[in-house]
């Protein structure tokens, strides 16, 4: 079966450095350094010297190179040329010169044997996938899984949020006179890009359903959201303070998801 799935080639070099998630950390940094979100992910995933880590949509390749720092082996896979050839140049260790393996593949696909990973990364993946690509995704991250090995998974925006809190929001924007940093569509919200190649975004119940349908257990899913430097009176900062940490509206307002679950 021919899966659909969103055009490669709108993945080129300019979307990874001006458009996807942590390009401005990657840019100033050489990928040295890694966004909140990418940092939070890393720490969840819980490796140790020793273990094979494998990157799925492994972008810029500033991950493979934490990873090899870490003192496990990477392994990462895309299947956008421009992603294999930033990542290709990033992912070597500047301490001994030890190199990810990076691959051209697609991840429903995954060109490895069963079972020789401890950990894999889908990181800011989910919501590029069709739904039944995602499926096809998280069976092949849990066939190359060895048993009592972990997914970790971080995707953005929580669905809820783009349909039924962004609409809220966006309304206030608005009457505030700051309507012209909230276009309608809520995908276009921030990054425009993201209009071409979201098409997937998920809930904590979506997310948790498709990990369990894969075959993952002792599955954790939780919400985040990037911390606000807003400047704004006393009653909007308890309005936020109410909404992004009391359920349920949290689940509403919080626009981040990450889980992990094991094999």
């Not at 401005?24 to 995933?45: D, K, P």
């Not at 050839?85 to 500047?94: E, N």
């Not at 691959?103 to 990973?117: G, M, Q, T």
Request: charged share 20%; proline share 6%; net charge positive.
């Amino acid at each position: 079966m021919t899966l659909t799935r969103v055009p490669p080639d709108l993945y080129d070099e300019a979307y990874f450095l001006g458009a996807c998630e942590g390009y401005a950390e990657f840019s100033s940094s050489a990928g040295r350094r890694l966004s909140r979100r990418l940092s939070q992910a890393l720490a969840v995933a819980g490796i140790v010297p020793g273990m094979r880590v494998l990157d799925v949509a492994c972008g810029r390749g500033e991950i493979l190179r934490h990873v090899i720092q870490l003192g496990a082996q990477a392994f990462g896979v895309d299947y956008a040329w421009a992603a294999v050839t930033l990542s290709h140049r990033v992912a070597t260790s500047p301490e001994d010169g030890a190199r990810a393996g990076v691959y051209h593949a697609n991840a429903c696909r995954l060109p490895f044997s069963d079972a020789v990973f401890d950990r894999v990364l889908m990181l800011d993946i989910v919501e590029h996938l069709y739904p039944e690509e995602l499926q096809q995704a998280l069976a092949e991250a849990y066939r190359v899984l060895k048993p009592g090995a972990r997914i970790v998974v971080h995707t953005a925006p929580n669905v809820w949020y783009d349909r039924y809190a962004y609409p809220v929001v966006r309304g206030v924007r608005r009457l505030l006179g700051q309507g012209a940093g909230y276009p309608k569509n809520p995908r276009a919200f921030l990054v425009p890009e993201n209009v071409h190649v979201h098409v997937n975004e998920q809930s904590l119940i979506s997310l948790h359903r498709s990990l369990f349908r894969a075959g993952f257990h002792s599955l954790s899913v939780w919400l985040s959201s990037p911390p606000q430097a807003r400047q704004e009176n006393p009653l909007f900062r308890v309005l936020r303070k109410i909404l992004f940490g009391t359920p349920p509206f949290r689940w509403f307002f919080e626009r981040e998801i990450f889980a992990v679950g094991d094999r």
